[in-house]
């Protein structure tokens, strides 16, 4: 067919001037067409058009039968997905990264059977593919981070955590950020990048957290009586837990007029500022009642006469 095209097209040179009037140029075309032999026109012709049209017909089943298979890998993922009980948000990516993947092969291949020649269309998208990755460098950087959370998994909605000097509890995991709303109600947007190579501090992996209170008395203070004092309004409150360990209290510092107790217990997460907020209030009222206060800051002036 190609041989049967250039030889319709071949024409004989045409003056410059003649090539004013467009009608020249198709009588031309018209007389070369005339001195081609019918029969061989014709069968040239008809060889063509069954050619082509074999072509038609496989890319259409190609397309038909490509379509039918991802439709059914598709299913199959997210099956498998289903049944490994993975988050919904990468069931999802992987569905959709596969669909545009399997779709863009089945284009490519089904224009490749028509004849056309892909080498410079795969070219394209590679090139393009490669500036866009470059233009946006930190946002893929973000996305594998996404992808890797969703992944293992190292938190969840709901979870309270601390990361990238915020804390607060995690409201949403996207494929690029994570959002989180802070104890004062602040949203906190926090890139999936960062996140997946720093540190996190997940608070509600094991359902409770430890809280800490520090209570610094004069020296000379009865420590009997300030350890079993805090113990006491500690081990009172609903909140506290027993388990792993029951509420206790260590001497961590010796300081310049004064030394420090803490005092330990355990608690469950959605407790713990209500907890940490009583007894700060708790031990401030019940110390003094039993003669302990907090040590004042002493300085002492010499005064020498010259």
Known sequence: ???????????????????????????????????????????????????????????????????????KIKRLIGKICQRRNLDASLTSFLLSFTSISLSILLIVTTISVLGVDTTSFVALLAGSGVAIGMALSGTLQNFSGGIMILVFKPFKVGDYIEAQGYSGT??????????????????????????????????????????????SVPYGTDLELAKSTGLAIIKAHKAVVNDPAEPHVYLTEFGTGYVTLSFRCWVKVDDYWDLFFD????????????????????????????
């Open 1 to 71: 067919m190609k041989n049967l095209i250039a030889s319709l097209l071949q024409t004989q040179t045409i003056p410059a001037d003649s090539l004013k009037e467009p009608a020249a140029v198709l009588d031309q075309t018209i007389k070369t067409i005339i001195q081609t032999p019918v029969d061989q026109l014709i069968s040239s012709t008809l060889d063509y058009g069954i050619n082509f049209g074999l072509k038609i017909l496989a890319a259409i089943v190609i397309y038909i039968v490509g379509a039918w298979l991802i439709r």
């Open 170 to 215: 995690v409201t949403s995991i996207e494929i690029t950020a994570t959002h989180i709303n802070t104890p004062d109600n602040k949203k906190i947007i926090l890139p999936n990048g960062a996140l997946s190579n720093g540190t996190i501090n997940n608070y509600s992996t094991t359902g409770i957290r430890r809280c800490n209170w520090d209570m």
């Open 279 to 306: 007894i700060n209030e708790q031990i401030y009222k019940e110390f003094p009642k039993n003669g302990l206060y907090a040590p004042v800051p002493k300085m002492d002036i010499t005064v020498k006469n010259s």
